[in-house]
């Protein structure tokens, strides 16, 4: 069974950039996460996704941060314009049911942003 | 709304000795518990969960941990380790109901292994 999917794996970008990471979950789970991960820090949930409705967004920096999971696949995240404290490990992770409780979340590999 | 506070930033330790990685939480709800591994330039794996029974949980490459309630502990413990198990762990908790499957993580322990 294939894990989950992320790309780029690495990016560098200036600030004020724009840039967007792309995750495809394992086939056949509902709910899909984005987190960040700073140095030194452990994950922080920026948006979970179940299909393709928001199930919570609260930590998810709006003014800057979008993102979107069309068709409830697979999931895009976007930064604009990009900060200097957005440097950063972006994680996407999956899980298989809507329940909502306790089910095991699948890890990507992450895309390590770095802005300058 | 749940904290989780890892003590320990780094943990060296000889191969094939004992160790323990400390875990303690905080939530005014009940809460399920775990513990990823993290490789380096990898995502996070699941090591071990507890949801409900017995307190001492068994884990894949060794590992268990035991969920204390009263002291709101879940110590991650092996009885001898392997280079192989240089990592950084994390410990997290989400909650019974309400949380909707969001994990809570701590800021993570390095372990390093020497030979």
């Known amino acids: 069974e294939a894990g989950v999917a992320q790309s780029p794996r690495y990016k560098i970008i200036e600030k004020r950039q724009s840039v967007a990471f792309w995750c495809n979950p394992i086939?056949?789970?509902?709910?899909l996460y984005w987190y960040q991960q700073i140095l030194g820090q452990g994950p922080k949930l920026l948006i979970q996704?179940?299909?393709?409705?928001?199930?919570?967004d609260s930590q998810l920096p709006k003014d800057r941060f979008s993102a979107e999971r069309l068709k409830g696949v697979d999931s895009t995240l976007k930064i604009q314009p990009a900060k200097l404290e957005d440097s950063a490990v972006y994680l996407c992770a999956s899980s298989f049911g809507t329940s909502g409780r306790q089910e095991t979340q699948y890890f990507g590999p992450g895309t390590r942003l770095l802005v300058l | 709304a749940q904290s989780v506070t890892q003590l320990d930033s780094q943990v060296p330790v000889f191969e094939e000795a004992p160790v323990e990685l400390r875990c303690n939480y905080s939530?005014?709800?009940?809460?399920?518990l775990f513990w990823y591994v993290q490789y380096p330039n990898q995502g996070l794996q699941l090591l071990l969960k507890?949801?409900?029974?017995?307190?001492l949980v068994k884990g894949i490459n060794g590992f268990e941990a035991e969920f204390n309630k009263s002291q709101t502990s879940f110590h991650l413990r092996k009885p001898s380790v392997h280079i192989s198990d240089t990592a950084e762990y994390f410990c997290a908790v989400t909650p019974f109901t309400g949380g909707g499957n969001k994990l809570t993580f701590g800021t993570g322990t390095q372990l390093k292994v020497e030979l």
């Open positions: 507890y949801l409900s029974g017995s307190t």
């Open positions: 996704f179940q299909n393709n409705g928001v199930v919570d």
């Open positions: 086939s056949g789970h509902a709910t």
């Open positions: 939530s005014s709800v009940s809460v399920y």
